[in-house]
C-alpha cells in the first residue's frame, strides 16, 4: 500500500480488478479543506482514460510489473501477437492496449512486454525504429536554404516531417517517444 501523495507519472496502482497507469499528477491544496490528488490515468486492461480524484491520505495498492522481451508477429483484427524470446509463448494484446506503439510496429521488430500475473498488458517499443518510406513526393530543387520539409508515409502507415532528399525506398530512423525524424540510415 502506498499513500496517494506518493503516485507520480507512469506509476501502476490497482482498484478492484483494474490495473491502473498514471498519466497525468497534480496535487490541490485549496485555502481550507483538505488537499485533494487528481490524476489522469489508463486502465492497462481496457485502455480506457479516465481522471480520478484521491484525497489527501487515502492508500492505494501499488503494483509491480514484469517486462519480458518480445517479438512482434502478427495482427489478426483487433489482437496483436507477440513471441516470448526465451520461452518462445505466444502473448496476445489487444489493441486498445498498443494505441503509443501501434504507429511503429513492424513484423519481426524486438519489444518489451509488460505482464501482471501472465497477462500481457502493453508494448514498450525501443526508443528509434527505423521504418522504410512507402510514399514521398519530390521535393522542390533551391529551397534547400530554409531547411524544407516534405511528409512521407512509412509502411507502418505513420507520416512523419522530413528533409526534402528523402526519397521512396530510403529507410528513416525515427524517435518513438516525438514521432519525429531523426537520421536517413
Do not use: C
Request: hydrophobic share 35%.
Amino acid at each position: 500500500m502506498i499513500d496517494v501523495n506518493q503516485l507520480r507519472k507512469g506509476v501502476v496502482f490497482i482498484t478492484g480488478d483494474d490495473l491502473w497507469r498514471v498519466l497525468e499528477y497534480s496535487h490541490h491544496k485549496p485555502g481550507r479543506g483538505s488537499a485533494t490528488i487528481r490524476t489522469k490515468v489508463r486502465n492497462l486492461r481496457t485502455g480506457a482514460t479516465v481522471e480520478r480524484k484521491f484525497n489527501s491520505g487515502e492508500k492505494i495498492q501499488d503494483v509491480r510489473l514484469d517486462t519480458r522481451q518480445g517479438q512482434f508477429l502478427y495482427s489478426d483484427g483487433d489482437l496483436y501477437h507477440f513471441m516470448d524470446v526465451e520461452s518462445y509463448d505466444q502473448l496476445v494484446i489487444n489493441v486498445s492496449s498498443l494505441e503509443n506503439a501501434l504507429p511503429y510496429l513492424m513484423e519481426g521488430m524486438q519489444v518489451g512486454v509488460t505482464e501482471y500475473d501472465g497477462e500481457a498488458l502493453e508494448v514498450e517499443v525501443p526508443l528509434t525504429v527505423e521504418i522504410p518510406v512507402t510514399k514521398a513526393e519530390t521535393g522542390v530543387k533551391g529551397d534547400t536554404a530554409t531547411g524544407a520539409t516534405k511528409i512521407v508515409t512509412l509502411t507502418t502507415g505513420l507520416e512523419v516531417q522530413v528533409p526534402l532528399f528523402i526519397e521512396l525506398g530510403d529507410i528513416v530512423r525515427i524517435d518513438t517517444r516525438t514521432g519525429k525524424y531523426l537520421t536517413r540510415v
